[in-house]
């Protein structure tokens, strides 16, 4: 059975590619880099099914010593600094992780085994200030922040090695792709998050920035199979992989609001737009989340990946949304209830006992049965 590496296990698409390669039966060894509290959340389910070996990928030596140790058939480097907006505030380390990285991967595998299969995680921001409509593997790149321009020089230099050195080295160009598990920070889950406590009362409002901006979201689950496919090929290359479709963050808004039978209407323009149900004001506009330079519209043509790897996407627009705000709703509630309980139970008389561990020392006997649940 194969094996493979994964950079940026923890990540969103990490954890879902994991989970594909292991019903595939493959060994799998993930990439994890310290952290002074673990952030293995998404993984958790995973943890006695792979092998985690830790290490950075702007770390040259980090990275020979982990080719070395799980000698994969196939390298997938997920690993990033993935948050655009982040990528101006944080322009050196987006480079050294996100541009650089890719460099310690490859000669990590020209020197331990030029065998290795490499997937490197191209981006839709390499296109940026777009120059055809819809994009492929044709259309020029024009990057709008270092995090696009450092995915531009990653797609470079990935190209490079193969032809220098015949190493099966590939990039997927991946449009947007979100899911239950994407990062709270990304537009998409801070709609979906904010929707969802918005319904239950814990929340009065969202605030975002750019509502023009349109993109092609797809689901997570759907892009790691096309991630897996391209290094299935004989001949190694470039794949665009995105949904054909376009929608603007307004959209988004409005799917979210109505997977939870909520009717927004929006009213102004700009900084000054703002999004009501039933009269009470749910959204507004802050100048705080434009960025110094947007990608105003992505639009994917995957027709190569269409043909050549038989990909396409499974799951819709309305459906990933139905997905994420449903699972946020779910969730926020059972959370709230959690909370709503050990405050109610704080009234209780607290339990004296010497035989229980020190975390759970001094709670009522409710909370005392609530936490040896999460303990067990
Ligand atoms: P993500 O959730 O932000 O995950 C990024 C992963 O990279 C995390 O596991 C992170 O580890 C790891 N990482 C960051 N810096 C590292 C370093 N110096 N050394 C080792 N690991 C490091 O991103 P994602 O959405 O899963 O995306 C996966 C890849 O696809 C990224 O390369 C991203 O740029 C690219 N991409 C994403 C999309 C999309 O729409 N999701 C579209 C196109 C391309 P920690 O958990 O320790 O932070
Ligand atoms: O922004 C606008 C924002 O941060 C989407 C990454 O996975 O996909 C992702 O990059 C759009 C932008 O994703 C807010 O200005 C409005 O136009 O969710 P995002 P992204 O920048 O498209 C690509 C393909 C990647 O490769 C990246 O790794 O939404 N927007 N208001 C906002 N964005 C955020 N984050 N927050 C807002 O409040």
Known sequence: MPTALITGITGQDGSYLAELLLSKGYTVYGLVRRSSTPNTSRIEHLKEKIKIVTGDLSDLSSMVTVVAESNPDEFYNLAAQSFVAESWRTPYTTASVTALGVINCLEAIRKINPKIKFYQAGSSEQFGKVQTVPQNESTPWYPRSPYGCSKVFAHEIVRNYRESYGIHASVGILFNHESERRGIEFVTRKITHGTARIKLGLQKKITLGNMDAKRDWGHSKDYVEAMWLILQQPIPGDFVVGSGEAHSVREFVKESFLALGMNISFSGEGINEKGY??????????????????????????????????????????????????????????KNHTNNYINETKKEPKIKQESIPEKIQGLSYSQNSILRTFIK
């Open 277 to 334: 149900v039933d009269g009470e004001l749910v959204l507004e506009i802050s100048k705080e989340h434009f960025r110094p330079a947007e990608v105003d519209y992505l639009i994917a043509d995957s027709s190569k990946a269409e043909k050549i790897l038989g990909w396409k996407r499974k799951i819709s627009f309305k459906e990933l949304i139905s997905l994420m705000t449903t699972y946020d709703y779910e969730n926020e509630k059972m």
